[in-house]
């Protein structure tokens, strides 16, 4: 009687334990899902902003290739297989982050998040009167080092 005790205790745990390993797979697939799915949306805005350009640049005049929604679809295909290829690293990644900021003293990330959001608020003031200057390029470049600087 004792052995077969032990046996369902020890089924009980295998049991449970696959039933823990079974959710955070599907955890893990949702994540993955999630982020290719960002990775899809963000296709669209870049195949419809790029690819026009794209194809006169290379010489295709097609009507259908030069519509918004071809463009928009070859765009969220082409992030589509990025965002899964690139998903596990990049839940990696925020998994690391994520560690990384929970062993941080929450005075630590209030008062960086403050001095962040003030730096960038003072970068864009202060960055206003660059995009008029007569210099091409210039009027670009400069806004963005003004807000690399002060964020950091």
Not at 33 to 47: A, D, H, T
Not at 88 to 100: N, S
Not at 110 to 136: C, E, K, N, Q, R
Request: aromatic share 10%; charged share 15%.
């Amino acid at each position: 009687m004792k052995h077969v005790q032990k046996w369902l205790r020890h089924d009980w745990r295998l049991c449970r334990n696959r039933i823990t390993y079974q959710i955070h797979e599907r955890r893990k697939d949702d994540a993955k899902r999630i982020v290719s799915l960002i990775f899809g949306l963000i296709g669209i805005g870049v195949g419809m902003a790029v690819m026009p350009p794209f194809w006169l640049a290379i010489g295709f005049n097609n009507t259908w290739l030069t519509s918004p929604l071809i463009n928009a679809i070859i765009g969220a295909i082409i992030f589509l297989i990025l965002g899964e290829m690139a998903s596990g690293w990049i839940l990696k990644q925020l998994k690391r982050a994520e560690t990384f900021l929970t062993k941080q003293s929450p005075s630590y990330l209030l008062f960086g998040s403050i001095s962040t959001i003030i730096g960038l608020v003072l970068a864009a003031i202060l960055s206003l009167p660059l995009y008029s200057l007569p210099i091409p390029g210039l009027n670009v470049i400069l806004p963005i080092v003004l807000m690399l600087i002060l964020v950091t």
